[in-house]
């Protein structure tokens, strides 16, 4: 099975989300790019209805859309509802509570946890300079919503942390606001800062490529036209990795070209910074030349399913050898690996994006892997099927 891509791909779903709450402090900030992911779709119609008055939103699955619009809302005066999948608050979500007492906000959870109820006169503090807690040791996008959100406060707002999962992704929306003229000094915000109005231009989605990449090096070609060597995104790790994995491609500015390889060395690597790029690159491990140990990934069970423990299951019921870790996975290369079975392998995503694209990476390389919720990829690369040559 093959597949030969041409064409550029949609903006980064994190830097849309990113942008997004951002522009709708500061309309004069002017988006350039759009995204088809379902995630950004949702922040969109949810600010939308913001906008418009409204009181009840609903944010279906994503992580970044709940925790960065719920601080959004809480900045306005009013009740407001927000719904989403029980899935979506399921995973750690009471620090939102946590930051917006805080502010003097009230917030909860309904009883069945299906809505998130917010009682808001705006952030407020006592002193000329609050200081706000924030725990960091789920998800830096607790953190990053804090800042998004501290657009035009009245009062200084000095951020306290200790340890930040994934902080790769909180320094790159530092950066992004930096581009903007937004200024943050060891997590102090002055009062009354405001965005500088100018043309936001958008950042292909690394993640998506990533998978996409990927792809190619198990059974196809591709060329990327909008490919970014400068950009921030925590996923741009997985240059280091091709790399180290002995898996060529080549970058003519704004090009990036990979095709179908022979064979690739194993990986020793740490995924605290991208785990994101998880699934996909222990797929690849699976076929590379030796052993591979993955680590330092502990937020993988808080994603959108137990990130760890799915990859486990996708990769052991397809006939590889894997060690489960607490932080990640040892896994021992197969480069002919085949599945001599005939019968269908059933894989359910639950619910998780990431998990359907490194399925398909397995149904490339012609394992009989059948995802029994192949829509889950909407939530950020929606055509990623159609580029890997999978007719509807």
């Known amino acids: 099975m093959s597949f030969s891509f041409s064409g550029a791909l949609d903006i ?45 939103f ?29 899935k979506l608050f399921s ?30 006169k705006g952030w407020r503090a006592n002193e000329e300079c609050k200081v706000l807690k ?31 999962t994934s902080e790769s992704y909180f320094n790159y929306t530092q950066k992004m606001m930096g581009t903007y003229g937004y200024a943050v000094d060891d997590l102090f915000v002055s009062h009354n800062q405001r965005l500088e109005p100018q043309k936001m231009i958008g950042e292909v989605d690394v993640s998506s490529f990533a998978s996409l990449a990927a792809a190619a090096v198990l059974a196809g070609k591709v060329h990327l036209t909008n490919w970014n060597k400068f950009s921030l995104q925590p996923d741009m790790e997985f240059i280091t990795f091709f790399k180290r994995m002995a898996i060529s491609f080549v970058t003519e500015e704004n090009n990036f070209y990979i095709s179908q390889q022979k064979q690739w060395s194993s990986l020793k690597a740490n995924l ?11 797929v690849l491990c699976a076929f590379a030349e030796g052993e591979s140990h993955l680590f330092g990934a502990h937020q993988l069970v808080h994603k959108e399913s137990n990130r ?6 996708l990769l052991t019921r397809c006939n590889f050898s894997v060690e489960k870790l607490s932080d990640g996975l040892k896994i021992k290369g197969n480069p002919a690996a085949k599945y001599l079975h005939r019968d269908l392998i059933q894989f359910n995503p639950d619910h998780d994006h990431r998990m359907a694209f490194a399925a398909r990476l397995l149904q490339l390389k012609g394992f009989p892997v059948q995802i029994t919720d192949p829509e889950v990829i909407n939530k950020s690369y929606p055509q990623f099927y159609e580029h890997t040559g999978l007719t509807p």
């Open 91 to 120: 995973r750690p979500q009471d620090e939102m509570i946590s930051i917006l007492e805080q502010v003097g906000v009230k917030a909860y959870f309904n009883s069945d946890k299906t809505e998130f109820h917010i009682e808001s």
């Open 308 to 313: 760890l423990e799915k990859t486990y299951e």
């Open 134 to 164: 924030v725990d960091s040791k789920d998800s830096s996008q607790f953190l990053t919503s804090v800042l998004l959100n501290s657009v035009n406060l009245p009062f200084d707002l000095q951020i306290e942390t200790s340890k930040v």
């Open 272 to 282: 605290e910074h991208c785990p994101d790029l998880f699934p996909v690159i222990a």
């Open 12 to 56: 980064s779903k994190s830097w849309m989300n990113r942008a997004l709450i951002l522009n709708s402090y500061e309309p004069k900030l002017e988006i350039v790019g759009t995204s088809q992911a379902d995630d950004v779709k949702l922040l969109q119609q949810c600010l939308t209805d913001l906008k418009a008055g409204k009181k009840e």
């Open 58 to 86: 609903y944010v279906g699955l994503g992580g970044t859309t709940f925790r960065f619009f719920a601080l959004r809302v809480s900045r306005e005066i009013g009740n407001f509802i927000i719904r989403a999948e029980k």
